[in-house]
């Protein structure tokens, strides 16, 4: 597995990443939070501009490829002692082939690299990934619920792990 780094100058992997990143967060989130919520928050956080002005405020996103076949992608940042891991998502036929657990450990290389001691991330509720986190080791230290605007909120749980 490879890990193409996404860079603000570069509009064509901006451009692919925000294509990506719509089609698996739609697929997978229109069930779970139905499709206007989710047809929002893809326009607040996955659209190019989105993506933009992440890049532009520290964040690190990778399309995760296998060969030239993109299987996923994710984004982090530091956020004090920690890597705060915004976003970690595969494509539906992708699941199950060990790809989440070498993306964590791509982050967790790049955590320790950096310095920092834990990764944290928020995932919802409904969400299976919930189970696959924990036996990744990641344990539950809060429930948010946090207002995204025009009346949705994102009902998460917050995991942290500790190296």
Do not use: W
């Not at 603000?8 to 697929?27: D, G, H, T």
């Not at 310095?115 to 919930?130: D, F, P, Q, R, T």
């Amino acid at each position: 597995m490879e890990f193409m780094s996404v860079d603000l100058a570069n509009e064509e992997l901006v451009s692919r990443l925000s294509k990506i990143a719509s089609e698996i967060v739609k697929k997978y989130y229109d069930p779970l939070l139905g499709s206007e919520q989710n047809d929002y928050m893809i326009e607040k956080f996955q659209s190019v501009p989105a993506i933009r002005d992440q890049l532009s405020r520290g964040y690190h996103y990778f399309i995760a490829q296998d060969g030239f076949r993109a299987v996923g992608f994710l984004g982090y940042y530091t956020r004090g002692d920690h890597l705060y891991l915004s976003k970690l998502y595969l494509s539906e036929g992708e699941r199950g082939k060990g790809y989440g657990r070498k993306m964590l450990d791509f982050c967790l290389k790049n955590a320790k690299e950096d310095g920092l001691n834990a990764i944290e991330l928020n995932v919802n509720k409904m969400n299976a990934s919930v189970a696959i986190y924990e036996r990744f080791g990641f344990k539950r230290i809060r429930s948010e619920c946090n207002d995204i605007g025009h009346g949705f909120f994102m009902d998460d749980y917050v995991y942290r792990l500790e190296f």
